[in-house]
C-alpha cells in the first residue's frame, strides 16, 4: 500500500536507532530514502522497492493477515459481524479477482508485484492456476518460494526475483493481475507497461488492475510519505489510467471503487501494529514504529476523505474479430462471495 498522509510535518523524529538492521540500499529503515540514478530504472526501481518491502518479514508478518495482503481488503460483511475480520475480508478481495479475471485449472496466470504472494497463492491453491509471479524484492520473492514449497505447489507456480520489463517477449496468458503495484511504475513508463500487460494478454485475456487514484487536485503522494515510505511513486486520476489501457489496445470492461474497504483495511492494520506496539519497537526500531504510525493514521484520513482512491479495474484483450469473451452480466463474481471466507 500507498497513501497520502494528512499535512503533517515531513521530518518524523530522529535520533534512536533501528533495532533492524540496514537495508541492502544502504538506509537503515525510518530514515529518508535516498536514492541515486535515473528514476525508474532497473537498479533504483530495485533500490526503492527493497526500501519499503525489505524492510522485515517478521514485521509485515506481524501487521497483516495470515496471507500477509498488503493491498486494500474487500469487507462483504461489517467487521466484527459474526467474527468477520480483516483475514476474511482479504480472502474475499482475493477470490473476486480471481473470478473476475475468469481463473480455471490450468490458466495461465501472470501476477506483477505479487507482494508475500497471497494472490498468487490463492490462483494455485483454490483456482488450479499455473502463476508466474514477479517481485523486484528478494524477501518478498524467499518467503513466496517458501510457501509455495510448504503447501506443495511447486508444480504450479514459479516466482521469479525480475523486473516486469524483464519478462520474455513470447511468454502470452490467459489472465494479468497487478494488485496495486502501478504506483511504482512511474508517469513517464505507464503506457509501456500497460502495452506489456496488452502484449501478455491472449486475445480475450482478462487484466486486473487494483491501484490507487488521486484526486485531480490532490498530490500523489506528499513529502512524508515520498521520503519516508514509498519513493519514487507515481498516482493518477482513474480515468487517466483507464484512458492509458485503453491507448494500449485493452478494452475496459468494469471498475469497482474499493475506497471505503482502504479505511476499515488501514485501521485494522493500524490497530494490530498498536496492540503489538512492543513486539514492532523489537523487530523494527521504535523510530521505524513511530514513522509507521503516521503512514496509517493518515492513509485512513486520506481514504476517508476522498482525496485517495482505491479502484478494481477489469480490462481484456480483444480478440481480432471484436469478440470479448466477457459474461454478460458480473453476477457470478459475487455469488457466494463472502461464503468461503467464514
Same mark, same amino acid.
Given at each position: ?7 503533517? !510535518? ?15 540500499? *544502504?538506509?537503515?529503515? *525510518? &530514515? ?26 517478521? %514485521?509485515? @508478518? ?16 461489517? !467487521? *466484527? ?9 482479504? %480472502? ?9 479475471? /475468469?481463473? @480455471? ?22 483456482? /488450479? ?15 513466496? +518460494? ?44 505507464? !503506457?509501456? %507497461? $500497460?502495452?506489456?500487460?496488452?502484449? &501478455? ?22 513529502? %512524508? ?21 485503453? /491507448?494500449?489496445?485493452?478494452? =475496459? ?11 476499515? $483495511? ?5 490497530? $494490530? ?5 512492543? +513486539?514492532?519497537?523489537?523487530?523494527? *526500531?521504535? =523510530?521505524?514504529? @513511530?514513522?509507521? @504510525? ?23 484483450? !480483444? ?22 471466507? &467464514?
Amino acid at each position: 500500500m500507498c497513501c497520502l498522509p494528512p499535512r503533517l !510535518p515531513p521530518s518524523p523524529p530522529h535520533g534512536a536507532s533501528s533495532a533492524a538492521s540496514a537495508l541492502s540500499t *544502504g538506509q537503515a529503515p *525510518g &530514515r529518508p530514502a535516498r536514492l541515486s540514478g535515473a528514476t525508474h530504472t532497473t537498479a533504483r526501481d530495485r533500490a526503492a522497492i527493497s526500501h519499503h518491502y525489505d524492510l522485515s518479514n517478521d %514485521f509485515y @508478518r506481524l501487521l497483516l493477515d495470515p496471507a500477509m495482503a498488503y493491498s486494500c481488503a474487500y469487507f462483504t460483511r461489517p !467487521p *466484527g459481524t459474526g467474527g468477520y475480520g480483516l483475514a476474511q475480508a482479504q %480472502f474475499d478481495k482475493l477470490e473476486l479477482v480471481c473470478r473476475k479475471v /475468469g481463473l @480455471r485449472p490450468g490458466a495461465r496466470l501472470l501476477d506483477i508485484g505479487c507482494g508475500w504472494g497471497s494472490l498468487t497463492l490463492h490462483a494455485a491453491r483454490h483456482h /488450479g492456476a499455473r502463476v508466474t509471479a514477479v517481485t523486484l524484492a528478494r524477501e518478498q520473492r524467499d518467503h513466496v +518460494e517458501a510457501r509455495v514449497k510448504e503447501e506443495g505447489l511447486d508444480h504450479l507456480v514459479e516466482v521469479r526475483l525480475s523486473h516486469y520489463r524483464d519478462l520474455e517477449p513470447g511468454e502470452v496468458y490467459d489472465a494479468v493481475t497487478t494488485i496495486e503495484m502501478g504506483e511504482h511504475v512511474g508517469d513517464a513508463e505507464y !503506457p509501456a %507497461f $500497460t502495452r506489456l500487460i496488452h502484449d &501478455r494478454l491472449r486475445p480475450g485475456g482478462r487484466a486486473l488492475v487494483q491501484q490507487m487514484s488521486r484526486g485531480a487536485h490532490a498530490p500523489g503522494g506528499g513529502a %512524508f510519505i515520498e521520503t519516508y515510505i514509498a519513493p519514487d511513486m507515481h498516482m493518477r486520476p482513474l480515468g487517466e489510467t483507464t484512458g492509458l489501457l485503453e /491507448g494500449a489496445g485493452l478494452e =475496459v470492461r468494469h471498475t469497482e471503487s474499493l475506497r471505503e474497504h482502504y479505511v476499515r $483495511t488501514v485501521d485494522a492494520w493500524a490497530d $494490530t501494529l498498536e496492540d503489538c506496539w512492543d +513486539e514492532a519497537v523489537a523487530l523494527v *526500531g521504535e =523510530v521505524t514504529a @513511530r514513522v509507521w @504510525r503516521l503512514y496509517l493514521a493518515g492513509g485512513s484520513l486520506a481514504f476517508d476523505q476522498r482525496r485517495m482512491g482505491v479502484d478494481q479495474i477489469l480490462a481484456v484483450r !480483444p480478440g481480432r474479430d471484436g469478440s470479448s469473451g466477457m459474461p454478460a452480466t458480473p453476477a457470478a463474481w459475487y455469488d457466494g462471495l463472502g461464503e468461503a471466507a &467464514r
